[in-house]
């Protein structure tokens, strides 16, 4: 099943980068795709795994769009963005 969410935190391509490496790594899920200027994320899952990539993103410090954005998760998307932009 083909799903699209959208995230909050994300700003450039080291982001991006730590959420593909991240969601990618989620069993079940596949053919990542983020989109910085739209901060939409794109992939496929062959089982209910999309409470496993919600979760995973928010411990990232990306929460999906309408959660919680505490400064915790905008300090850790910060922390995540450099690691990202450095891995490149």
Do not use: R, W
Not at 6 to 17: E, F
Not at 24 to 46: L, P
Not at 60 to 83: D, H, I
Request: hydrophobic share 35%; charged share 20%.
């Amino acid at each position: 099943m083909e799903h699209t969410i959208i995230v909050q935190n994300l700003k450039c391509g080291g982001c991006a980068s730590t959420i593909t490496k991240g969601v990618t790594s989620i069993d079940g899920v596949d053919n990542v795709n983020v989109d910085v200027e739209t901060s939409a994320i794109s992939f496929t899952s062959t089982n209910d795994s999309i409470d496993n990539v919600f979760d995973k993103l928010a411990k990232m410090g990306y929460p999906v769009e309408g959660e919680s954005n505490s400064l915790g998760q905008k300090t850790k998307s910060f922390v995540s963005c450099a690691v990202g932009k450095m891995s490149n």
